[in-house]
């Protein structure tokens, strides 16, 4: 049989805790990355990295504000989900190192990626109101 007994210090008071009867208290703060395990359509589970970005200390409801980059081939998008006892819908567990799949300068170049595509949009769309306004003006001269 292993020994479960092992000595803590917490703010310099050493103490005999045994592991087989401890309870693990995960403390986070803002900015820490979480993996959220979130119930989806037919008790099917989609497991994703969000981070913490708020904490609401709410009397009522106190809750943790999580966000996560939605990530397809060429574009990025933020989501923010609220986790609190009401929502029964989510779980968090501390991240592990391997789980991070993204590096910062990837989520940037897609996000690079879509501005140049949404500026080739708006590029798109006011040469097409040019247009309108240089050959349809005359039909709406008279409204």
Do not use: C
């Not at 006892?85 to 590096?103: G, Q, R, V, W």
């Not at 140049?116 to 040019?130: F, G, H, I």
């Amino acid at each position: 049989m292993e020994n479960t007994k092992r000595i803590v210090e917490i703010n310099w008071v050493k103490m005999e805790v045994d592991l087989s009867e401890a309870k693990v208290i995960d403390q986070y703060k803002i900015g820490d990355n979480v993996k959220v395990l979130r119930k989806q359509y037919n008790d099917d589970y989609e497991s994703l990295i969000w981070t913490i970005v708020a904490f609401d200390n709410f009397e009522k409801l106190p809750n943790i504000v999580l966000a996560t980059l939605k990530v397809d081939y060429n574009s990025v998008k933020i989501e923010f989900i609220d986790f609190n006892s009401k929502n029964k819908k989510i779980e968090i567990a501390p991240l592990n190192e391997y789980d991070i799949e993204l590096t910062k300068r990837d989520v940037i170049e897609k996000m690079n990626m879509d501005i140049v595509k949404k500026e080739a949009e708006v590029s798109d769309m006011k040469k097409k109101m040019e247009t309108f306004e240089r050959h349809f003006g005359k039909y709406f001269a008279s409204n």
